[in-house]
Each structure stands twice: as C-alpha cells, then as structure tokens.
C-alpha cells in the first residue's frame, strides 16, 4: 500500500501546485484594475445580510430553482460536491493508513461509521449521476446547432462544458469501485446505510489491487477536475460564493452603481479630476469585483434568455458582453500585470492590445450592443452567481458620453432639453402645473416650505406633468388621495427631472446637477415624505438620492394606493367587467420587487378579470423604454414594444394596465399599430392602475 500512498501524495502535490499557480494568475489579473472598496465595507458591516445570501443563492441555489428541471439538476450536483468531501477524506485517510499499517480501513473519526453517512454519500452520488444525465440532455436539446440564436447557449464553449460532465462521471464512477472494492475486501467503514456501494461489494471480487487502483482513479480523477476547473469556467464553483458575497445588496437592483475613481465617488468639482477616468475605456480600468463577474460566468446563457434586446434580434446578449471582456482580459494578462515598464519597449502588438478599446468599431464591445440596453435587470434577476451586466454596460456608456462624446444623436436633443429646461421634452416648465387647473378641486403647491398639513410631497415628474397620456395617471392619483383624505402638494415649476435618463445614458455629470439642484428644493422645502408615479422617478429619489445627501421616505402610488383601500379610505365598488393583463414596469417590479401592490388593487375592484402574460413579475418583459431608450430610436430587430404587446394580445385583453408613464407610451404606441393592421380590437387601450381604481371609486360616489 505504500506505493499507492506515495503515488496519491505525489498527484496531488504537482495538481495542487498547478491549481494554486493559476489562482495566483486570476487573483493578480483581477487586482490590475481599480479598488472596489464598498464592497468590502458593506460585507464587513452587513455580516447577517451576507450570510443569509449565502445560505439562500448560494446553499439553497434560489436562483437556479426557478428553472426547475435544470435548477434540481444543479442543486444535486453542487451538493454532491460538498457532501462527497467526506468521501476523499476517507480516500486519503485510507492510502496513508494502509501505507502505515497494511490495513485501509480508515474511518471519519466519530461519525466515521454511522450508516446514515454512509447512506447520505450514496445518495448523493447516484443523484450526483441523475443530474449528469438531465444535464446532457437539457444541452442536447438545447444544441445552438438545432435552435440558433433561440439556444441559451449560443455563444458559450460548448466542449469545456462537456468534458466537465465526463469528468465528474468518472468522479462519480471511481468512487463507486474504490468504496465497492473496499466493502468486498472488508476495509469499507459502513455496515449498513451505503445501499450502492455495499451491493457492489456483494458482487465485486475480494482484491487488494482492485481496491487500490479505484482509490488511485478517484483521487487522481478529482485532481485532474481541479487543475481543468481553475482553468474553465467552471471556475465558479470556487468564485460565485465570492462574486454573491460582494454583490449588491438588497436583493433588488435599485441604484445605480456610484461612479467613482480609485474607489472614491468622483467629485465633479475637482480641477485635478482627469476626464480619462470616467467610466471605463479600456480593460484595465475593471475593478476587481467586474473580474470577478467574469471568472463566475457559468456560461449557462439564462441572461441571454431573458433579456429582451437578444430576445428581438438585437446584437446585444448580456453573456457575450461578460464572455468577451474575459477573454480580452485572459489574452492582454501577461501584459496588464507586468511591471511599470517604458512603452517604447512595448511592441506595437502588445501596445494595441493593451490601448484596445472596450467600445467602438474595432473595440472588444460593439457600440451597437451598449446601447441596446434598457437597463431592464432581466439579466441580473436571472443570472445564478450574480453578476451585474448593468454595472458594466453603465460604466462603459459613461466613458462613452463623457469622454468620447459618443452616443446615439437622437439623445442628444434630450441632453440638450435637460440642461436647458430640466426636463426631456424641452417644454417651459411653467407648463408642469397646468394638469392642476383641469381638476375641480384645489391642490397645493409649494412656494418655499411644505404646507403644515401636507403629508406627501406628490412628485408628478417630467412625463406626468408633460405628456397627455401620463397626466391622465397623474390626475387620478391627486383625485384618489383627495378622495382618501390625504394631504399633499406639489413642486410645480420648481419640479426639474430627477436625471434618471441622463444617468442611465452614461451623463453622469449632467444627473449629479439635476439631482443636486432637487435636493437642495427637496430640502429646503423641508420634504419629508414623497409619492411618485413614475417607477423611474420613484427609483432615482429612493435609491439614488442618498447617494447625494437627499434621503426621503419614497413609495410608488400603487403602494399607497393598495395601503389606502386596505384601510377603507378608498372604496372600489362600481363593476368594471373587463378583462385586464397587467404589464410589470421593469423599474417598479425587478428593480424594486413591487409586484403585490398593483395587482392587489385590481383584485379589489369588482368585475375586474385578471390574466396574467406569460412573462411577468420577476420574468417580466420590457416595454424598451429603460435605460435611456425613450429617446433613442429603435433600428435593430423587432421593437420591443412590438414584442411586449403581442404577448399581451395572446391573453385576449380587454385592457393593458401597467403603473409606469414609459410603459404607458411604449405600448400605446405598440397597440395603435396593431389596431391599423387589424391585428388588435379598436376598445383596447393601456391604462395605469390608478385610472382602474378611480373609475370604480369615482363612479360609486
């Protein structure tokens, strides 16, 4: 036995130093860049938060359980990773103590031979198997061969993925010979419990070669896996733990990630500030936490299948965009981790490579694919390991505009409308209360101070105020809390645009003086409390405004709404016999986890007839407008909105709600084409939720 233990130890000190030579490499790649130090900080003072991720994405695979076939497939398998530790304990425990004694029959000290272990290590493995077979045939039905663009996994090393799985096979198949060979040979430390492995021992014949070949394989099987798993995607295994551990947190997306430059938030006001350093232009300005997005890519394409730019033949599918910066990353390594060295010695190879751009023609990323986003969070709610997709594409947006100056025209009369009228229309913004004068009640607005007995700022935003379809929402909302006796007032002319587009647009500059100048109205006003309609508004005061010093209690009007008529203030009684699919704004619902609310005041208005689409709450579609694509134009593919209403037409509405002044737009526009080509009935319409519950509650008074 002793030439088995000196072989065993001699693999696994060679693997172990090829692994550990690797890890080195990644560890010093992901350092080239910039530090991320709040994510550190959070981590360290969020330790109950970060645990219980852990437990939940991590241990309990949440993510990956909602596609359920593939998803129970993971979960045994990642498991098996775990539990099996136990099994090449006992591997290595067995090979040094028969080098010692003679005798392999080494067991886990105190519980080394209850039979519930060893039943645990069988089970595991057998389903470990299962999950192998589920795995193959989810790829082979899958194949990018057989469905294009349709397969998640177009674009992903396919080989890489399949020589894993027959690695973990023979993991799995030598470790049923080494423990059956074991039990033939009476060295195996169970007695009961191991239901495979005992029954191989019944059949298996009683040899001590036999038994120290199957330890041989098993323990230089599991070597080989690790030395190939540093250097493949399946690098997760080790990384995703990490990548979930300094990952955003809350749950949802909300803010927008914070610029900052050697991991201080960026100060417009500094003379000393270099505009190079805006965003990233170039590998190289990737913080360690975006490498660590690229080392957890599983490849498993589930961004890809959600996001809806891929889903309308867009070029942009969130994988490739992390796919390509690591192996751009992988290709420039040796270089971007060299010393600080006189660029005359570099070669003009190594100079391209390392000067490449992240953007453009000829860059690792197409500018197509950046600005295809709409910052929807598809991709983010999906992946498994979270990655922030947004993150990168924001970042490489921010360089874009503010150092390259260069992004899609049609938004460029949109910065313009902003900087010189605080709003994305250019209208004058003595027009942002004139919605006031077509009520028959008075509503307050704000001169200096909030009125003594106003409990809600109500922020009506730039499409509430502006645009016809949205004000329709906007008076229904002051109708409601009038009716529920509920105080409020509203800014009026002093109102500007929250930044959301400019900031989503990659204008960082230009959002931080909007919203610096609504802070200073905010809070000069003494605003303490804020309802708003738009999701996109709501979102940026919520979650981007502290970022600035302006804190609020924010809620949605579907969430004070849904609190109103769940305490009587607002009574739905008047029938509305339709039947209705609500639409899920990406930035009220993924971003910000409020699904119950709107759909709970539907459920209380009598008559109403729900019917869900078949992508909706956190699987929800696009309507196109996030991100800044309002007010771009739509050249590629089909229009999203065109996507998002013909799976709403397959419910056979009566009507479309939503809760967003964007969606309300976008699929307007959408169902008026279909109503010319008499594809959708002329009675169909899109309405927010709060013109359902005014039309119930304003008819029965």
């Given at each position: 036995?002793?030439?088995?233990?000196?072989?065993?130890?001699?693999?696994?000190?060679?693997?172990?130093?090829?692994?550990?030579?690797?890890?080195?490499?990644?560890?010093?790649?992901?350092?080239?860049?910039?530090?991320?130090?709040?994510?550190?900080?959070?981590?360290?003072?969020?330790?109950?938060?970060?645990?219980?991720?852990?437990?939940?994405?991590?241990?309990?695979?949440?993510?990956?359980?909602?596609?359920?076939?593939?998803?129970?497939?993971?979960?045994?398998?990642?498991?098996?990773?775990?539990?099996?530790?136990?099994?090449?304990?006992?591997?290595?425990?067995?090979?040094?103590?028969?080098?010692?004694?003679?005798?392999?029959?080494?067991?886990?000290?105190?519980?080394?031979?209850?039979?519930?272990?060893?039943?645990?290590?069988?089970?595991?493995?057998?389903?470990?198997?299962?999950?192998?077979?589920?795995?193959?045939?989810?790829?082979?039905?899958?194949?990018?061969?057989?469905?294009?663009?349709?397969?998640?996994?177009?674009?992903?090393?396919?080989?890489?993925?399949?020589?894993?799985?027959?690695?973990?096979?023979?993991?799995?198949?030598?470790?049923?010979?080494?423990?059956?060979?074991?039990?033939?040979?009476?060295?195996?430390?169970?007695?009961?419990?191991?239901?495979?492995?005992?029954?191989?021992?019944?059949?298996?014949?009683?040899?001590?070669?036999?038994?120290?070949?199957?330890?041989?394989?098993?323990?230089?099987?599991?070597?080989?896996?690790?030395?190939?798993?540093?250097?493949?995607?399946?690098?997760?295994?080790?990384?995703?733990?990490?990548?979930?551990?300094?990952?955003?947190?809350?749950?949802?997306?909300?803010?927008?990630?914070?610029?900052?430059?050697?991991?201080?938030?960026?100060?417009?006001?500094?003379?000393?500030?270099?505009?190079?350093?805006?965003?990233?232009?170039?590998?190289?300005?990737?913080?360690?936490?975006?490498?660590?997005?690229?080392?957890?890519?599983?490849?498993?394409?589930?961004?890809?299948?959600?996001?809806?730019?891929?889903?309308?033949?867009?070029?942009?599918?969130?994988?490739?965009?992390?796919?390509?910066?690591?192996?751009?990353?992988?290709?420039?390594?040796?270089?971007?981790?060299?010393?600080?060295?006189?660029?005359?010695?570099?070669?003009?190879?190594?100079?391209?490579?390392?000067?490449?751009?992240?953007?453009?023609?000829?860059?690792?990323?197409?500018?197509?694919?950046?600005?295809?986003?709409?910052?929807?969070?598809?991709?983010?709610?999906?992946?498994?390991?979270?990655?922030?997709?947004?993150?990168?594409?924001?970042?490489?947006?921010?360089?874009?505009?503010?150092?390259?100056?260069?992004?899609?025209?049609?938004?460029?009369?949109?910065?313009?409308?902003?900087?010189?009228?605080?709003?994305?229309?250019?209208?004058?913004?003595?027009?942002?209360?004139?919605?006031?004068?077509?009520?028959?009640?008075?509503?307050?607005?704000?001169?200096?101070?909030?009125?003594?007995?106003?409990?809600?700022l109500f922020w009506v935003g730039c499409a509430g105020a502006l645009e016809d379809r949205a004000k329709k929402t906007t008076k229904a909302v002051a109708e409601l809390l009038h009716i529920a006796g509920v105080k409020f007032a509203v800014l009026g002319p002093m109102e500007a645009c929250t930044g959301d587009p400019a900031r989503r647009l990659g204008m960082e500059y230009l959002f931080n003086m909007l919203a610096q100048q609504n802070i200073e109205t905010l809070n000069d006003a003494g605003v303490k409390k804020i309802v708003a309609t738009c999701p996109h508004c709501f979102n940026t005061l919520a979650n981007e405004y502290p970022q600035l010093g302006g804190t609020y209690e924010v809620v949605h009007h579907t969430q004070l709404l849904a609190k109103l008529v769940d305490e009587g203030l607002l009574t739905p009684v008047t029938p509305i016999e339709e039947k209705i699919t609500y639409h899920d704004p990406c930035f009220l619902g993924r971003h910000n986890k409020v699904y119950s609310q709107p759909r709970d005041i539907m459920a209380k208005v009598p008559g109403v007839k729900t019917q869900e689409m078949h992508r909706h709450k956190d699987r929800g579609f696009c309507c196109g407008a996030g991100g800044a694509r309002m007010w771009m134009e739509e050249r590629i593919g089909k229009r999203i909105n065109t996507e998002r209403v013909d799976e709403a037409l397959t419910t056979d509405p009566d009507t479309v709600s939503t809760a967003?002044?964007?969606?309300?737009?976008?699929?307007?526009?959408?169902?008026?084409?279909?109503?010319?080509?008499?594809?959708?009935?002329?009675?169909?319409?899109?309405?927010?939720?709060?013109?359902?519950?005014?039309?119930?509650?304003?008819?029965?008074?």
């Open positions: 036995m002793l030439w088995v233990a000196i072989i065993g130890l001699v693999m696994t000190v060679l693997a172990v130093a090829v692994a550990g030579r690797r890890v080195l490499f990644l560890y010093k790649l992901a350092t080239v860049g910039p530090p991320a130090p709040e994510r550190v900080e959070y981590a360290r003072t969020h330790v109950a938060d970060e645990i219980k991720a852990q437990l939940v994405e991590v241990f309990g695979q949440r993510k990956l359980l909602k596609w359920t076939a593939s998803g129970v497939a993971h979960f045994f398998v990642m498991w098996a990773f775990f539990i099996l530790l136990t099994v090449y304990v006992e591997a290595y425990g067995a090979i040094i103590q028969g080098a010692i004694t003679g005798t392999p029959d080494f067991h886990i000290p105190l519980i080394g031979t209850w039979g519930a272990l060893g039943f645990l290590q069988d089970f595991i493995a057998v389903a470990c198997l299962l999950g192998l077979v589920a795995f193959a045939v989810i790829r082979i039905r899958n194949s990018p061969k057989a469905l294009g663009r349709d397969s998640r996994f177009s674009g992903s090393h396919l080989g890489g993925a399949w020589l894993v799985l027959f690695m973990i096979f023979n993991i799995i198949w030598t470790l049923f010979l080494a423990r059956g060979a074991a039990a033939a040979n009476g060295n195996f430390p169970y007695s009961s419990g191991a239901f495979v492995s005992l029954a191989l021992g019944d059949v298996l014949p009683r040899s001590t070669l036999l038994e120290e070949i199957g330890l041989l394989l098993h323990i230089g099987f599991m070597l080989v896996f690790l030395v190939i798993v540093v250097n493949s995607k399946h690098l997760h295994i080790f990384t995703a733990p990490l990548n979930v551990l300094f990952s955003r947190r809350p749950d949802a997306m909300g803010a927008a990630v914070e610029m900052r430059v050697d991991g201080k938030p960026v100060d417009f006001e500094d003379e000393d500030l270099d505009p190079e350093r805006l965003g990233r232009g170039k590998i190289a300005d990737t913080t360690w936490k975006g490498f660590l997005d690229f080392y957890s890519c599983t490849e498993c394409g589930r961004c890809q299948s959600q996001c809806p730019a891929w889903n309308t033949d867009k070029p942009l599918s969130p994988k490739m965009l992390i796919l390509d910066q690591r192996d751009h990353a992988f290709a420039a390594a040796p270089y971007l981790m060299a010393a600080e060295a006189d660029q005359q010695h570099k070669d003009t190879d190594v100079l391209a490579l390392l000067n490449k751009p992240l953007v453009g023609e000829e860059g690792v990323i197409h500018p197509d694919v950046i600005w295809s986003c709409t910052n929807c969070g598809a991709c983010v709610e999906q992946c498994p390991v979270d990655i922030e997709h947004i993150d990168h594409i924001l970042d490489m947006r921010r360089y874009q505009v503010m150092v390259e100056s260069s992004f899609p025209s049609e938004a460029g009369v949109m910065v313009k409308n902003l900087e010189n009228k605080g709003n994305p229309w250019g209208m004058s913004e003595m027009k942002r209360a004139d919605w006031i004068q077509e009520l028959d009640f008075e509503v307050e607005v704000v001169e200096d101070t909030m009125p003594d007995d106003a409990e809600y967003c002044p964007f969606c309300m737009v976008m699929l307007g526009d959408a169902i008026s084409e279909k109503k010319n080509s008499g594809e959708a009935k002329e009675s169909l319409e899109v309405v927010d939720v709060a013109q359902l519950l005014i039309k119930s509650v304003k008819s029965a008074s």
